[in-house]
């Protein structure tokens, strides 16, 4: 009980890692510390929850406190670790309370996570300005949106919740129009979730696309379909500044005011890193913790894993920054592994990513823009196909876009986006296992794939794409 494995951060990659760590160690200490009071939740249901969708915020949540504690874990919930001293193999850790004390380590997992960016849009002491990153926020856009004399405090149903919050946004009046800050995932989602709950819903956009890691194709058939369901969207508009003394009242643009009585600020997160300040830890992209196959950090016995470390990029075989879910999960569990005993490598990141727009899906793999493949090395070769989903005289056939984007002198797939109405999303987890083994495009042309009229025509989407990006190459 002289080395614990200390392990910072009780969401996704943390939490992993110590379920992992004890099942494979049972006979050494496991303690996690987290400096707020949720734990292991879904970051990516909550617009969901905000829309109405997901009934209950605990719906949310897939470990409560007693059950971890029934896995053997040490949680301490309201406990921050602010520094780590790597020579002495101790952190700081202040508690809620305001009480502070050393903790020694023998091996030490930092997954803090990220937090939201704001960029010059603060929000804090503003009330009906939001940044979406936690679940207490979530509750209170929850609250907030609704009629005072109509809100639901059942909805908000752990003891974890800001209650005090929550009870401040549910009795103000509420909202009719909504102004977005960004295209992205969050503004993408959050756009469906308002939408849903009857706001005039605005999305401002800077670039001149939404979904800019999608790419150009999969933005422009997302954006018609916002414009569809009732969203306005506003692209090539980057917002100068959220307007408003104590409540919002609107967002700046051009040097005119948006009116708003909501506005939803998404443009990016940063991973939280602080607590390794001064120790020297090497930084990769996006100023995340640099962490190599297995996880491990520069100094010695000091492990990051989730939103806030790099990985191995599937592709280009370089560190990168891609802080995802999946990946957050599967790297936690690897550390966990390999610092009871067992070495195992984390895994590549491809960037496999998907989103929901109303009726539409898209999803998106490795190096889409050619910008980012030309910045690594590769001439990049590019095809935009449109097919049918299934049969064409099957019901429900819709026509589906794809994106393939090789390298011309390998011939080698290196990314890929798809987007349609119609079982499109997962179709790029095709395109995923095609870039992790390293596929060409004329291998993924001959993929076995499968056929049958209510799932898809004898000629899948991808290997359409397939073929005419190979006759491209062909000419090159």
């Known amino acids: ?61 897939s470990l409560s406190p007693s059950e971890v504690a029934e896995r053997g874990i040490d949680l301490r919930r309201g406990h921050e670790v602010v520094a780590v001293d790597p020579e002495e ?78 009870e401040r946004n549910a009795a103000m009046p509420a909202p009719e129009t909504a102004a977005i800050v960004g295209g992205g995932y969050v503004g993408v989602e959050m756009a469906e979730a308002l939408s849903g709950r009857d706001l005039d819903v605005h999305v401002f956009q800077r670039s001149d696309h939404l979904l800019p890691p999608f790419g150009e194709a999969v933005g422009e058939r997302v954006e018609a379909e916002l414009v569809d369901k009732g969203v306005t969207v506003h692209t090539g508009c980057p917002v100068e500044a959220l307007v408003g003394e104590d409540r919002i009242e609107g967002v700046t643009f051009d040097g005119e005011t948006f009116p708003a009585e909501l506005a939803i600020v998404g ?104 910008e980012a493949a030309r910045a690594v090395g590769f001439d990049p070769v590019r095809e935009t196909i449109t097919a049918g989903s299934r049969s064409g005289y099957y019901p429900g056939a819709s026509p589906t876009d794809v994106t393939l984007v090789a390298d011309r002198a390998t011939r080698r797939l290196i990314g890929g986006s798809i987007v349609g109405a119609d079982r499109a999303a997962i179709r790029i987890d095709t395109l995923a296992t095609a870039l992790e083994a390293d596929m060409t495009v004329p291998e993924v042309e001959r993929l076995d794939l499968a056929y049958a009229p209510p799932f898809s025509p004898v000629w899948d989407p991808v290997l359409v794409a397939a073929k005419v990006l190979d006759g491209t190459l062909d000419e090159a």
């Not at 496999?352 to 109303?358: D, N």
Request: contains cysteine; hydrophobic residues 40%.
């Open 267 to 370: 443009v990016g997160i940063r991973p939280n890193t602080e607590l390794l300040d001064g120790t020297g830890v090497g930084l990769g992209e996006g100023g995340a913790i640099s962490a190599d196959e297995y996880g491990r950090t520069t100094l010695p016995d000091v492990y990051a894993a989730g939103d806030c470390a790099t990985a191995r990029h599937a592709v280009t075989g370089e560190a990168t920054w891609v802080p995802l879910g999946l990946t957050a999960n599967r790297v936690g569990r690897a550390v966990g592994a390999t610092v009871a005993g067992d070495p195992t490598p984390v895994g590549d990141t491809a960037g496999t990513a998907v989103v929901k727009a109303f009726e539409m899906e898209a999803g998106r793999v490795g190096l889409v823009e050619d």
């Open 89 to 166: 193999k101790t952190v700081r850790v202040e508690t809620a309370d305001g009480d502070s004390f050393e903790q020694p380590y023998g091996d030490l997992l930092v997954a803090t996570g990220a937090r939201a960016a704001t960029g010059p849009f603060d929000v804090r002491g503003m009330d009906g300005a939001f940044t979406l990153h936690n679940m207490d926020t979530a509750a209170a856009i929850d609250a907030y949106i609704a009629e005072p004399d109509a809100y639901d405090p059942s909805r908000a149903d752990v003891s974890a919740v800001d209650r005090e919050r929550v």
């Open 1 to 61: 009980m002289s080395d614990p494995f200390v392990v910072v951060g009780g969401d996704a990659a943390g939490l992993s890692a110590a379920s992992k760590f004890r099942r494979e160690a049972p006979d050494r200490e496991v303690v996690v510390f987290e400096k707020g009071r949720w734990i292991s939740y879904a970051y990516c249901g909550m617009p969901y929850f905000i829309e109405g969708r997901v009934e209950r915020l605990s719906n949310l949540l």
